[in-house]
């Protein structure tokens, strides 16, 4: 019984409150309808952390970065890769869920939310990334802005040299404390989860399952689809690797980060793979691989844009062209701040909802099984690194692919 309660299983206590909510919502629907405070304070918690955790895992993952002649050589090729398989992530899978819907037979429109989407167009857009005041920035939850002074004022301190270690020591254990703080609120996880299924069930029926079922085929055909266009096929054409032999390495790496849903967890595993069986240098592969886990992540890509759909047709809102755009810009940064613990994206994802005026209550319903979608996202995030890590290889002329055995 103890190991249930550890913190390693807390994905079962969320299962497990997210089965009582059901229960709750079907058998106790005016105690459920009640009892939503709980699920509204779990998710004041979650927003509570948004700005925390981007301002720190944005610093720490920039100034993480040792070898800056290595940074010089193949550091803007490599930048510029991850956001092109990014951006190529991300409108695939809005393809994919523009083709499937999975929210809009859930219709909550007129329930909940009717405020519409915030006016976000590009002056309102570039003006958010340039805050006047900082302080008020992330008082007003602007993750974008904070993202950006977080990136100048990471390089800064990179800049200093020896005078910016106390900066860099300081936020690295400030950063520890905010991800300690998140990990105690994400243990109240099967409680939120367990009052947000009620309320949902006893609000809206149980006809929510079937949009919940789609929204998660959605996601996991989003990812395999990213898999094999934006992954396999690049690499595969242009490093001559042999389609066998990649897949046979991918899915190696695919046992870690489906068993632990974290990308820095399997980095060992990812270099080990990547240099020994995939035949990557071991000097590229120990840059491109530990900063991939920081800001190439195509699983967030299909993440994000399948949220913002979901959440847009549940309330019957539309997205358009230029939305979408500055959505696909904004995730872009947004996932640069990835944290990776369990649950992680459940910040975010209220974050890029928040943003863009969509009401992120619906975090609530998806955090009940996030653990089966955080497994496909991780594991697209992981065999991004890697066929980026031969493209990148093959680019500086330090790539052979190995023959078939």
Excluded: H, W
Excluded at 49 to 60: K, L, R
Excluded at 194 to 220: D, P, W
Excluded at 221 to 250: D, E, H, N, Q, R
Excluded at 260 to 272: F, N, V, Y
């Amino acid at each position: 019984m103890s190991g249930f309660f550890s913190r390693k299983n807390l994905f079962l206590r969320v299962a497990a409150g997210f089965i009582l909510g059901i229960l709750m919502g079907l058998l106790l629907p005016e105690f459920s309808i009640q009892t939503k405070v709980v699920g509204t304070i779990y998710l004041n918690l979650i927003k509570l952390m948004i700005i925390p955790v981007v301002f720190c895992a944005v610093f720490c993952g920039i100034t993480s970065i040792k070898d800056t002649s290595m940074l010089r050589r193949i550091g803007i090729r490599t930048i510029v890769l991850y956001v092109l398989m990014f951006v190529s992530s991300s409108f695939i899978a809005l393809a994919i869920a523009y083709m499937i819907r999975p929210g809009r037979n859930l219709n909550l429109a007129n329930v909940q939310y009717t405020a519409g989407l915030a006016d976000f167009s590009v002056s309102s857009f570039l003006l958010q990334i340039v805050p006047t005041n900082i302080v008020s920035a992330m008082a007003s939850g602007s993750t974008i802005g904070v993202i950006l002074f977080t990136i100048v004022f990471a390089i800064a301190v990179l800049a200093l040299g020896e005078k910016g270690k106390p900066v860099t020591e300081f936020m690295n254990s400030l950063s520890q404390a905010f991800f300690k703080m998140l990990g105690y609120f994400m243990e109240l996880s099967p409680l939120g989860v367990m009052s947000l299924m009620a309320f949902s069930v006893a609000t809206y029926g149980a006809g929510i399952f079937s949009s919940l079922a789609k929204y998660i085929l959605c996601c996991y055909i989003s990812c395999i689809v990213v898999f094999f266009l934006v992954m396999v096929l690049p690499a595969c054409l242009y490093t001559k690797i042999s389609p066998k032999k990649l897949l046979k390495g991918c899915g190696k790496i695919s046992l870690v980060t489906l068993s632990t849903t974290s990308s820095a967890a399997t980095l060992p595993t990812t270099i080990d793979v990547s240099v020994k069986d995939l035949g990557a240098p071991q000097n590229i592969s120990g840059f491109t691989l530990p900063l991939g886990c920081t800001i190439n992540m195509c699983g967030g890509a299909c993440s994000f844009a399948c949220l913002a759909l979901f959440a847009a047709d549940a309330y019957g809102l539309q997205l358009s062209f230029s939305t979408i755009l500055l959505m696909v810009g904004a995730a872009t940064l947004i996932n640069m701040a990835a944290p990776g613990i369990p649950g992680g994206g459940i910040v975010l994802g209220a974050s890029f909802l928040s943003l863009f005026g969509l009401p992120f209550d619906i975090m609530g319903l998806i955090s009940g099984f996030y653990r089966l979608l955080d497994m496909a996202f991780t594991t697209i995030n992981v065999e991004g690194d890697v066929t980026a890590n031969l493209i990148i290889s093959k680019s500086v002329g330090m790539y052979e692919s190995p023959k078939e055995e």
